[in-house]
């Protein structure tokens, strides 16, 4: 499971700038790393600390509020990211991740109602850091698209925004911090995530059999690649595997954002059978419940022996 106390060296990750966006380096960086650091996302630099607030706020609600308040359509969850399509925790993971966290499934957003009013801001902002992720994730992925060649049918079932949600995280800090992962090593099973870690950092990735840890820049978004567009671009992009580390001293806090094909989009590539998102996503809760573990792409591998 790794060594939660080896110290991992901190890297700069490839740079991205949105607004001058070059398909070449982005598609260098896919290729290499799988995972890179998008600047002039032009997101307003005042929606991402209300946002951050709100995080803070709410999740520092007691136990007994976050269950009672979040509830349909969001959900709120513990010790576990895995959550089944209706956002209840996965349980049969074979290690406890030592998080808790809000599921926000955007295109259901609007149907979240609360008696506080809090609530109802947090919902507002969500709602329009929603909309900028959005934005960010199809201008990324057009550019992937003419980097990869990718025929016109593939490219506009491959990335369906109404699938997009958000995912809140608090990582407490504290003494299980040094047995446990915040988050166990992974990789997503989207085709983009987009990830916004407070200051405290802890967000280590491979590369080349070495664990790096992605450093903290505020103002900054970290983006990796998914399973889902590893398998669209017949493995040329990479779907990079990352963790969280714990910190002792300080709890950590992170906004993430997934985005997926659209559903019943059939993912077809030279290396891998045919298949839906859905048909990922059931078999991804099916190897959770009886092994414990996501085995992921390779139970899609043509002629794997899985
Ligand atoms: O909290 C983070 O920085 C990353 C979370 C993550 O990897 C995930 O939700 O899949
Ligand atoms: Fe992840």
């Known amino acids: 499971m790794g060594d939660t106390t080896q110290v991992s060296s901190s890297v700069d990750i490839p740079l991205v700038d949105l607004e001058c966006l070059s398909l070449e380096k982005l598609g260098e960086v896919c290729k290499e790393w799988g995972i890179f650091r998008l600047v002039n ?3 307003p630099p005042s929606l991402l600390s209300k946002l951050e607030e709100h995080v803070k706020r709410v999740l520092s609600l007691s136990f007994e509020s976050k269950q009672a308040l979040l509830t349909n359509p969001l959900s709120y969850f513990w010790g576990t990211p895995l959550l089944t399509p209706t956002g209840d925790a996965l349980r049969g993971a074979l290690n406890i991740n030592w998080l808790e966290g809000i599921n926000v499934p955007l295109c259901h957003l609007q149907q979240f109602e609360s008696g506080d009013p809090k609530l109802h801001d947090f919902r507002h902002y969500l709602e329009e850091y929603g909309r900028h ?24 079932s491959s990335l369906d925004e109404s699938t997009g949600f958000i995912r809140v995280y608090r ?10 992962w915040g988050m166990m090593e992974h990789t997503d099973s989207s085709v983009l995530s987009i990830v916004n870690q407070d200051q405290v950092g802890g967000l280590e990735f491979l590369k080349d059999n070495e664990w790096l840890l992605v450093n ?23 779907s990079v595997k990352h963790r969280v580390r714990t910190n002792k001293l300080a709890e950590r806090f992170s906004i993430c954002y997934f985005v997926f094909p659209a559903k019943g989009s059939v993912i077809c590539s030279s290396k891998y059978k045919p ?12 190897d959770t419940k009886t092994l414990g573990y996501k085995v992921g792409l390779q139970r899609f591998k043509l002629n794997a022996a899985v």
Not at 146 to 154: D, E, V
Not at 275 to 286: E, G, I, L, M
């Open 41 to 43: 996302h032009g997101i």
């Open 133 to 156: 992720l959005s934005r960010i994730a199809t201008t990324l992925f057009e550019a992937m698209v003419k980097n990869l060649n990718l025929g016109p049918k593939q490219s506009e």
């Open 171 to 180: 990582y407490p800090s504290g003494s299980l911090a040094d047995e446990t």
């Open 216 to 238: 903290p820049i505020s103002g900054t978004l970290v983006v990796n690649i998914g399973d889902m567009l590893q398998a669209i671009s017949d493995d040329q992009y990479m």
């Open 275 to 286: 298949f839906t998102y859905t048909d990922f996503q059931q078999q991804v809760q099916h």
